[in-house]
């Protein structure tokens, strides 16, 4: 089993591009979220997902963009990279939310110039 | 607004000390997650507790639900113990985890 897999590792963009990071569970978790973490702000969510076809805003959505299609994958659009959005991303899974053990992805750096 | 504090912010520590790090929250929970980063690596879930106590190696986790209190402790620590440990909290059964800003531990040899 691969658990979370997460990519790219590493992204660097330009001002105004966009692209999609991709998370990927073979565990058949409900739950997949999506966090941004920044120096002295610890995990902020930016959006989540209780099953497929369902999802919701977390802390810090604006200018991100998530879909559901299916149990296994919940990628996250940059819809026009900003030099705010520089950051690690990480996506974490759990059978339900917080009551059951979260698995996290192993991140994705992400420069914006 | 719901918030976790832990505390210390950074601790230094010598090899074979034993660490106590404290998160706080403001309101009931349902469960407590302690998680650990190494540098430059991902995160791993360490714990999860709800009550009580929690043991796995050096590593002890308690809880005190009425005080709204938990602390991670590290018994013998080691150089490879050095990371940020995060305290997360769930305040219902399927709303998101709420993260403390983290727990800087440098062991030294």
């Known amino acids: 089993n691969a658990g979370v897999t997460q990519t790219p590792k590493f992204q660097v963009l330009k001002t105004g591009q966009s692209m999609t990071l991709q998370c990927a569970q073979d565990?058949?978790?409900?739950?997949m979220s999506w966090y941004r973490q920044d120096p002295g702000m610890g995990l902020r969510l930016i959006h989540y997902s209780v099953g497929a076809g369902i999802t919701d805003q977390g802390e810090v959505p604006n200018g991100y963009n998530v879909s559901r299609s299916t149990t296994e994958d919940f990628p996250l659009r940059l819809l026009s990279a900003a030099p705010s959005q520089t950051s690690v991303y990480f996506c974490?899974?759990?059978?339900?939310?917080?009551?059951?053990?979260?698995?996290f992805g192993s991140g994705t750096r992400l420069t914006v110039v | 607004k719901n918030e976790v504090e832990q505390s210390p912010q950074n601790l230094t520590a010598q090899e074979g000390e034993f660490i106590t790090i404290n998160c706080s929250y403001s309101?009931?929970?349902?469960?407590l997650h302690w998680l650990q980063q190494h540098p430059g690596g991902g995160i791993v879930s360490l714990f999860m507790?709800?009550?009580g106590k929690k043991k796995h190696g050096r590593l002890i986790a308690t809880i005190n639900i009425q005080e709204k209190h938990s602390s991670l402790h590290i018994t013998a620590s080691h150089p490879r113990d050095s990371a940020v440990y995060i305290c997360?909290?769930?305040?219902?059964?399927?709303?998101?985890?709420?993260f403390g800003k983290g727990t800087r531990l440098s062991v030294i040899a």
């Open positions: 974490a899974t759990s059978r339900f939310s917080g009551t059951y053990g979260y698995t």
């Open positions: 997360a909290v769930a305040y219902s059964g399927n709303t998101p985890l709420v």
């Open positions: 565990m058949n978790h409900e739950y």
């Open positions: 507790l709800s009550s």
């Open positions: 309101v009931g929970i349902s469960a």
